[in-house]
């Protein structure tokens, strides 16, 4: 921080082609390694990941500058690994949207991640590992 600033979007670090991308994966956190490490073995140049740093306040204008490179992105999808009601989806659909609409006006903005839940972990290796996995491949709209 000391030589560099804080960056509240940060956009696709491999070298992609705008052109080819028919689908934008927005994130924030953990989750984007595990998009990241996916995608890089699946060898897909049709996907970018996009990293929200911030949510509040939220940077529209900075994530429409992001997005717009991507003129043929089809679809768009929010991935979090907290379930639905825990993470950042319910509390900034609305910016997602919003951004998307001023983008791309026929896109809605989908979901990827673990469903409602009361407890913030399901308390397992094993099925938190492959609850993991069905988010990634989810975000990827891969066969589970």
């Known amino acids: 921080m000391v030589a ?3 960056k509240t979007v940060l ?3 491999d070298n992609i082609a705008p052109e080819d991308v028919k689908r934008v994966v927005l994130c924030g956190g953990k989750v984007y390694y595990d998009l990241l490490e996916k995608r890089r073995d699946l ?3 049709d996907i970018v990941l996009i ?4 949510l509040y ?3 529209e204008e900075k994530l429409i500058q992001t997005l717009q490179p991507y003129v043929n992105a089809s679809s768009l999808v929010w991935c979090q690994e907290e379930p639905m009601n825990q993470g ?3 509390s900034s ?3 997602f949207q919003r951004v998307v609409s001023r983008w791309k006006p026929a896109l809605d903005v989908n979901y990827a991640g673990r469903p409602s839940s009361a407890a913030p972990a399901c ?3 094993y099925l938190h590992a492959k609850q993991q996995a069905a988010l990634v491949a989810q975000a990827f709209q891969l066969e589970q």
Request: proline share 16%; net charge positive; glycine share 8%.
């Open 88 to 90: 950042a989806w319910y």
């Open 43 to 45: 060898k897909r140049n």
């Open 51 to 54: 990293r929200i740093e911030q």
């Open 93 to 95: 659909r609305h910016h």
């Open 123 to 125: 308390g397992s290796p």
């Open 11 to 13: 956009p696709e670090v």
């Open 57 to 59: 306040p939220f940077p």
């Open 4 to 6: 560099g600033s804080f």
